[in-house]
């Protein structure tokens, strides 16, 4: 079945008349069937209405919808608000079948080994909570592998550890500045090393005697370090 280019933002309601026809689809009965025992219960009928709408609205294959069930279930995802979460995203991309779905899903898995190396972690695979930030950094953001590992090392550099959370904030300032490129990067960080320069060359003498501007001074040349310690907890 061939996606349609404009990808509906939700599971449209199908009609009774439509639901009813689909439910004495051979096809359909058997898929059913089958995302029952994958999710080792009965089926809602929220979740059979979606399940219908992979198939008549995003024109998925009961092949599709199946191998779909299947790879959220394996991620320990049972819930139907995350399959169509990824049947949309899939839908975006033009996956229509098994085979470009299985390619999609093993090309962000090499992705996600890149992110866990460039963070030091050789060791293991990585946890549901990781992978769930790497998705929001590689499709939500669309950042290349180079601006996330570029993002990584800083985290390393900064921190000393692998804080997933540190690359997070990092990467979500970049994208809140529309960096694009690793140029964008060097230009923001050109721009913030002259911003500090003007600062520092506007900046009076602070007084000597221990008054309260000169605690204010020393807790203001204390606040990067206040702020990387946050960003650990």
């Avoid at 079945?1 to 933002?9: C, E, F, L, M």
């Avoid at 049947?87 to 992110?115: C, P």
Wanted: glycine share 4%.
């Amino acid at each position: 079945a061939t996606i349609k280019q404009s990808v509906p933002a939700k599971a449209a309601p199908l009609t009774p008349d439509r639901v009813k026809e689909l439910k004495q689809n051979e096809d359909i009965i058997q898929l059913l069937y089958i995302a029952e025992q994958y999710l080792g219960k009965t089926l809602s009928p929220t979740e059979i209405q979606k399940i219908l709408f992979f198939y008549d609205g995003l024109g998925f294959s009961a092949d599709l919808i199946e191998y779909l069930i299947e790879y959220c279930v394996s991620r320990s995802h049972k819930s139907i608000r995350y399959m169509e979460t990824v049947a949309l995203a899939w839908a975006q991309e033009g996956i229509s079948t098994v085979a470009e779905a299985k390619k999609a899903n093993a090309r962000y898995s090499k992705d996600y080994y890149s992110i866990l190396k460039a963070l030091g972690i050789t060791n293991r695979s990585p946890v549901e909570t990781e992978i769930t930030l790497m998705d929001t950094w590689l499709k939500t953001y669309g950042f290349s592998i180079a601006i996330i590992q570029e993002a990584c090392t800083r985290t390393v550099l900064q921190t000393g550890q692998a804080s997933f959370q540190y690359t997070d904030k990092i990467l979500e300032g970049w994208k809140k500045k529309q960096v694009k490129t690793l140029e964008d990067i060097q230009a923001l960080d050109a721009e913030h090393k002259k911003r500090k320069q003007d600062k520092k060359q506007s900046k009076p003498a602070a007084p000597a005697s221990g008054n309260r501007f000169n605690n204010f001074q020393q807790r203001e040349y204390n606040f990067d370090e206040y702020e990387k310690r946050l960003l650990n907890q």
